[in-house]
């Protein structure tokens, strides 16, 4: 019968429009630099990075190079600190701003450390853990303790989560002040 097949027929204003997201990120990261926001970032890497690496900070030990378990104490810190960003952050391009920040700093005072923490099998470990509701991850010590080898002892695992609980409380005072 004539008329019913319009398969053929095209329906004007069906087709999304095209959003450039290349544009939305120019705005944002334009607004945050404009703001100050950008700046604050990097001043938080920047601290991150000194907590760790500062004589008497989290990290610091003299002989880190060598030390199996305080060069994978510090994967540990690299990657609460990370994690901390990533989830605290207002945005996407305040949080990669931080990030890159404290891994710049970290490379700058002591490429070891940083060649250490980009080739470490650890960091993607601890990802594994689950998230709790507010923003820690569980079984972070138990991970400790298998990454320093001595998977099943009850006194690496609360190590490894008292360093993590610590280091974690430490970055989101930070941030709130």
């Known amino acids: 019968m004539y008329g019913t097949d319009d398969s053929d027929m095209k329906i004007v204003g069906t087709d999304k429009i095209k959003v450039d997201e ?20 990097h001043d938080i890497g920047k601290a991150f990075a000194d907590a760790l690496l500062s004589e ?38 305040i949080a990669r701003s931080a990030q890159n920040e404290f891994f710049d700093e970290i490379r700058r005072r002591n490429i070891g450390l940083y060649e250490s923490v980009s080739r ?21 010590g138990k991970v400790f303790a298998g990454v320093v080898r001595r998977p099943e002892d009850a006194k690496a695992e609360q190590s490894g989560d008292e360093l993590y609980r610590k280091y974690f409380d430490y970055c989101i005072e930070h941030i709130k002040n």
């Open 22 to 41: 290349s544009d939305a990120e120019a705005r944002l990261y334009a607004h945050e630099r404009d703001n100050g926001n950008l700046g604050k970032a």
């Open 56 to 93: 008497g900070g989290f990290a610091f030990e003299k002989n880190s190079a060598s030390d199996f378990e305080a060069r994978n104490r510090s994967i540990l810190f690299a990657f609460t600190a990370d994690r901390v960003l990533d989830t605290f952050m207002p945005n996407h391009i």
């Open 120 to 140: 470490s099998g650890a960091f993607s470990m601890y990802l594994l853990c689950r998230r709790s509701g507010d923003g820690r991850y569980i079984g972070v």
